[in-house]
């Protein structure tokens, strides 16, 4: 099944907002309902529902639905990392496929394609191993030295 593509002004600030998120609620050890992240993060509750759902799907949160419901991580904050939460928001565009699209069919922009091609999947595999290297907890132990 094809993932659906967003820009990626979109795409990321989506994984901005998830990566805050999960980290307060790593912060934070009860059920965490969608408003109060909203409030917390100043977005809006259905932007951060939209993306906790999808990390839901991913098994990355368990969710309670109804009044008393929320989030909550599912996951030691310890070993989830910053690449499977990009890779759990469909974040399928990263920054060596965008540079890749603005090469077009002309015989220049073929030519283009195929010269920058290699460095695009060396800039897709950095990023992701990057990624990798990072954990929420790791994010939650920054967030508190850089409050002191």
């Not at 809006?44 to 839901?56: D, F, G, S, V």
């Not at 283009?112 to 992701?128: G, K, P, R, T, V």
């Not at 929420?136 to 967030?143: P, S, W």
Request: with cysteine; charged share 25%; aromatic share 4%.
């Amino acid at each position: 099944m094809k993932r659906s593509q967003h820009s990626c002004s979109a795409n990321g600030k989506a994984f901005g907002l998830a990566l805050q998120a999960l980290a307060m609620m790593a912060d934070h050890s009860c059920r965490q309902p969608s408003s109060h992240i909203a409030d917390h993060l100043c977005t809006e509750a259905t932007q951060i529902r939209r993306i906790l759902a999808k990390l839901a799907q991913e098994n990355i949160l368990e969710v309670r639905e109804g009044r008393d419901g929320g989030y909550w991580l599912a996951r030691d904050p310890a070993s989830l990392t910053f690449a499977e939460i990009y890779k759990a928001l469909n974040v399928n565009e990263p920054f060596g496929d965008g540079m890749l699209d603005s090469t077009g069919d002309h015989p220049l922009g073929v030519r283009m394609h195929e010269a920058l091609l290699d460095m695009a999947e060396e800039i897709n595999q950095s990023i992701m191993e990057a990624l990798g290297q990072r954990t929420i907890a790791d994010l939650v132990t920054k967030a508190s030295i850089d409050a002191n």
